[in-house]
């Protein structure tokens, strides 16, 4: 059964500075990752979707996936105190029902002005 | 942009009692999903529904637990009856397409807390 793991649980970074969050997973055969972000109460937003090894940039949300090591990472550049927010990590199969997601525990990410 | 719409917000119920958490969907999207977040807990599938019949549902989806969209109206989560675990926050999603390279990502409601006493 599929697992996906974040790291860490909360991270603190000033604000302009790179922040980077890390994910992994345990079945070799995904293929559709998913960021998501959820403030406190709210619904969840989508960030940055990536299918294939490399990366994909959306604004400034940059995605890196490296299916050989089961890992995906997101980095956001110049992160700001509205970004403060839990950042969850989604699995799923591109050719078998995408929207059942898998998702991890979340990283809780504040941003320090 | 377009919203998926989830009523209430909150509920506060008996155990025992049955609950019906309703959610209004994006107007064209045709996959309808179910995930529930106990709290402090990681989000998880319950169920997804495409042309009026449940495709996969998951373990939590117990047999208490049903789902329907009658006519085009709101997709619903009906729990008869509920129980003390039942308390979570659910969330409805929804999408135009569940597979292909380009299909665009699920979208999420706000949820709706469900609090069973």
């Known amino acids: 059964q599929q697992k996906v793991q974040q790291s860490p649980e909360s991270l603190t970074v000033s604000e302009g500075a790179m922040a980077s969050l890390n994910c992994t997973f345990s079945d070799g055969t995904s293929n559709n990752f998913r960021w998501y972000r959820q403030h406190s109460a709210k619904g969840l937003e989508v960030l940055v979707s990536i299918f294939s090894d490399g990366e994909k940039e959306e604004g400034r949300f940059t995605a890196h996936l490296n299916r050989a090591n089961l890992h995906v990472s997101l980095h956001i550049r110049e992160p700001q105190p509205s970004d403060s927010a839990v950042y969850l990590c989604?699995?799923?199969?591109?050719?078998?029902?995408?929207?059942?997601?898998?998702f991890g525990q979340g990283t809780k990410l504040s941003i320090k002005p | 942009g377009p919203k998926v719409l989830q009523i209430p917000s909150h509920q506060i119920i008996d155990m025992g009692q049955m609950v019906t958490l309703n959610c209004d969907p994006v107007?064209?999207?045709?996959?309808f999903y179910w995930y529930k977040q106990i709290l402090g807990q990681q989000m998880e599938f319950l169920v997804n529904?495409?042309?009026?019949?449940?495709?996969?549902k998951s373990k939590l989806f117990k047999d208490q637990f049903s789902v329907e969209r009658p006519d085009g109206s709101y997709f619903t989560l009906k729990i008869q009856p509920t129980a003390l675990e039942d308390s979570a926050v659910y969330f409805c999603a929804s999408s135009l397409g569940d597979r292909g390279p380009g299909n665009q990502a699920p979208l999420f409601g706000e949820g709706t807390r469900l609090s069973v006493l």
């Open positions: 529904f495409y042309n009026g019949k449940v495709m996969e």
């Open positions: 107007s064209n999207h045709l996959y």
């Open positions: 989604a699995v799923s199969i591109m050719n078998y029902n995408q929207g059942k997601l898998i």
